[in-house]
């Protein structure tokens, strides 16, 4: 038996399901973008915009995007839904000054290097080029805005490169994405994932931060990081690496070592890191005076609302007795319904690892 709304409630529900849709449609919009024609927007044809209009280069770039993405806004009411609602609050100009100050950039310098298949180098974004710039933020409507971001100048990054492919790289998205778990974390601190040290630096170099253990299972990573990154790191004495797999270290070891702070970052992104993420917080109970921290958190968990929304719309639209439902939903009201799509709840739900 489906779930039973009121006839108000069920529009409210349709109106959610409208705003749903439409974060899908902006991510597409935008990955498309992004993956076929991030330098679509060049340094010409923003002087060119600025001077027709008279518009400052953020607002240019955004209406500049808006063309790219295919949106017809003049004629087209739910073009201009997405134009306004998303893509314009999305777009900010960064300055490149604020990054290049971070203290991983102004003290670390990472050497052009060959190890097998993998390589140590700088990789950069050109003026204008757009790219992820934080996480998503969701506002009371339940409407994700991207967060995408552009320089108006070239700016280098480091990167580690595997078969010519960026396995890791510290960008601003990196930096800001981080952010919040680097200010958290005092004590002992555990870090699942290497990658360039960017998070085992920053929160060794905090004198609230007595220790930082790294649990890494590739060992060409590993060397790579002793080598090259790790004597560059002030706090060095502070940071101890184990070579291990993450889920195991979880499980065996790290109950009886007492962390204050676990931060997981095994990922590259929401596809490859949502069932990672879900294994993960199940483990949050072996361990329960560590708090936990995960890398890109807040889009795994847009994933995971999406699912959720869409197992509710099957069961308000259906009598399938397969559908299974716990009988408590049955008879939810839309404003109980939505409270199980808020991140509180979405994070409850992730540590039994639905």
């Known amino acids: ?8 409630d069920r529009r409210k529900f349709e109106r959610l399901a409208e705003i749903m849709e439409m974060n899908n449609e902006v991510v597409g919009l935008l ?7 991030p330098n679509f927007v060049t340094e010409e044809l923003i002087h060119n915009f600025c001077e027709e209009c008279g518009v400052p280069e953020e607002e240019a770039f955004r209406h500049l995007l808006i063309v790219a993405c295919g949106l017809n806004i003049e004629n087209n009411v739910r073009d201009r839904q997405l134009a306004v609602n998303y893509l314009m609050p999305a ?11 971070n203290p991983y950039y102004m003290h670390l310098r990472i050497p052009q290097v060959r190890f ?16 992820v ?3 998503i933020v969701l506002d009371e ?5 991207p967060q995408i971001g552009f320089f108006d100048t070239e700016f280098s990054f480091p990167a580690v490169m595997q078969n010519n492919n960026e396995w890791m790289a510290i960008k601003p998205n990196e930096v800001e994405t981080m952010q919040r778990a680097i200010e958290l974390a005092t004590g002992c601190v555990v870090t699942f994932g290497l990658g360039l040290g960017y998070y085992a630096y920053m929160v060794s170099e905090k004198s609230a931060v007595e220790s930082v253990t790294i649990i890494e299972k590739d060992s060409v990573v590993i060397s790579l990081f002793k080598t090259y990154i790790l004597p560059q790191f002030p706090g060095k004495q502070k940071v101890t690496i184990i070579q291990a797999d993450a889920f195991e ?24 890191g949502y069932p990672l993420y879900l294994e993960m917080k199940k483990l949050e109970s072996l361990s329960p005076e560590t708090t936990f921290l995960y ?9 995971m609302r999406w699912r959720l929304f869409h197992q509710m719309q099957e069961a308000l639209s259906t009598d399938n007795k397969n559908i299974r439902i716990p009988e408590a939903y049955l008879h939810f009201t839309y404003d109980q319904l939505i409270q199980k799509l808020k991140n509180p709840f979405l994070r409850k739900l992730a540590q039994k690892g639905r």
């Open 133 to 135: 710039c934080n996480e």
């Open 31 to 37: 990955s498309t973008y992004l993956t076929d024609c």
């Open 249 to 272: 270290y979880a499980i065996h070891q790290m109950p009886v070592r007492k962390y204050n702070y676990a931060f997981v970052d095994l990922w590259h992104d929401v596809l490859d």
């Open 91 to 101: 777009v900010r100009k960064l300055d490149s000054q604020e990054y290049k100050t």
């Open 295 to 303: 890398w890109i958190e807040d889009s795994l968990l847009s994933h």
């Open 1 to 8: 038996m489906g779930i039973r709304l009121s006839t108000i």
């Open 116 to 131: 097998g298949d993998w390589e140590l180098k700088y990789e950069k974004y050109i003026p204008y080029e757009a790219f």
């Open 141 to 145: 409507d339940f409407k994700e805005i």
